[in-house]
């Protein structure tokens, strides 16, 4: 089944041509690669999917339906990982996956539930009491993307979700992502590594 079409899509910021006319599916269950340097236009591409900003031209249609007309039709589904961690440092990691979890709508022992399932699949079940300031690099990024997890999207665009991390932590997040692609979670996954590009994704 295709979940997401993008069709001759284009943004630009003044005379910079951030996204250039690209075009591209993805059927449920797919892992899709966005490959591309600095400045090519993942994120553009990325936060236009997630109706974050909208097009200048060309057209997103989830399961059909024309997003940039009805953006509730991916919002409940979708899960961001953005590229800039976005967790309260603050706040303990439980603290934080409290807060997304709310924001994205659930409550009392549902969310208690998903916090208990996700934090086991991104591995910091025994730091959750600890504030995110002290968290290294690797689970800072472990946990944003546990927070883009809890509400069981259908979709998850994670951009560059493994900059700046050693290569056991790279390792554990990508095997995480093929662990949810297998429990049947569609991925769009942006990166300018190509060897990552080429472990997890079907389609690039
Ligand atoms: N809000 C904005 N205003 C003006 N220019 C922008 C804006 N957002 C992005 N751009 C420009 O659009 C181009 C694409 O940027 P984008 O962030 O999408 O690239 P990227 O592929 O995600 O890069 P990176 O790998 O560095 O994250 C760049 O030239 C960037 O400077
Ligand atoms: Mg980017």
Request: proline content about 4%; glycine content about 10%; charged content about 25%.
């Amino acid at each position: 089944m295709q979940l997401l079409n993008v069709s001759h899509l284009k943004k630009y910021f003044k005379d910079i041509k951030a996204v250039d006319d690209i075009s591209f599916s993805i059927e449920k269950g797919e892992i899709l690669g966005l490959l591309g340097p600095n400045g090519a236009g993942k994120s553009t591409t990325i936060s236009m999917l997630s109706t974050l900003i909208k097009p200048d031209d060309g057209v997103i249609t989830y399961k059909g339906k024309d997003i940039v007309k009805s953006p509730q039709a991916i919002q409940g589904s979708l899960g961001y990982v953005p590229q800039e961690i976005a967790l309260y440092p603050n706040l303990t990691g439980r603290e934080n996956l409290e807060f997304w979890g709310r924001a994205y709508g659930l409550k009392g022992n549902k969310l208690k539930k998903q916090i208990k399932k996700v934090s086991g699949i991104i591995g910091i079940t025994d730091r959750l009491k600890d504030k995110v300031s002290q968290y290294s690099g690797g689970m800072q990024r472990r946990l944003n993307i546990g927070a883009a997890l809890l509400h069981e999207p259908e979709l998850i665009i994670m951009d560059e979700p493994t900059v700046g991390i050693d290569p056991q932590s790279r390792k554990h997040i990508l095997d995480t992502v093929l662990e949810l692609n297998k429990e049947g979670m569609t991925v769009i996954y942006t990166s300018h590594y190509m060897e990552e590009v080429e472990y997890i994704c079907n389609k690039v």
